[in-house]
């Protein structure tokens, strides 16, 4: 089975730092661009981050450039998000995508990221 497991969410204050984790099972994912989104409720997902297969190309919403950093580990079959200086406005529910096609990708559960002001 294809999973992706999200790690690393949970309660800052502004200011501060969180690094998520999404590690992949039952597909390589040195083979696709990753992403992450996140959710701050409802349904719509916002695009946060991406990067390519070898991680030569990242690319940022304009929110969060500057602040957060995506990185991937092929051989670890990871890929993590640092965030820094962390404001009220970015909790949300961060979600890890691999992404298989432009049409077709796979989604992990999410991790919450909660900034207390």
């Known amino acids: 089975q294809v999973h992706l497991v999200e790690s690393g969410g949970g309660l800052v204050q502004s200011g501060g730092s969180l690094r998520l984790s999404c590690v992949a099972s039952g597909f390589i994912i040195g083979s696709y661009t990753m992403s992450w989104y996140r959710q701050f409720g409802g349904w719509e997902r916002e695009l946060v981050a991406s990067?390519?297969?070898?991680?030569?190309?990242?690319t940022y919403a304009d929110s969060v450039k500057g602040r957060f950093t995506i990185s991937r580990d092929n051989a670890e079959n990871a890929v993590y998000l640092q965030m820094n200086s962390l404001k009220p406005d970015d909790t949300a529910v961060y979600l890890c995508k691999g992404v298989f096609s432009p049409d077709f990708g796979i989604w992990g559960l999410g991790t919450r990221v909660t900034v207390s002001s």
């Open positions: 990067i390519n297969t070898d991680g030569s190309r990242t």
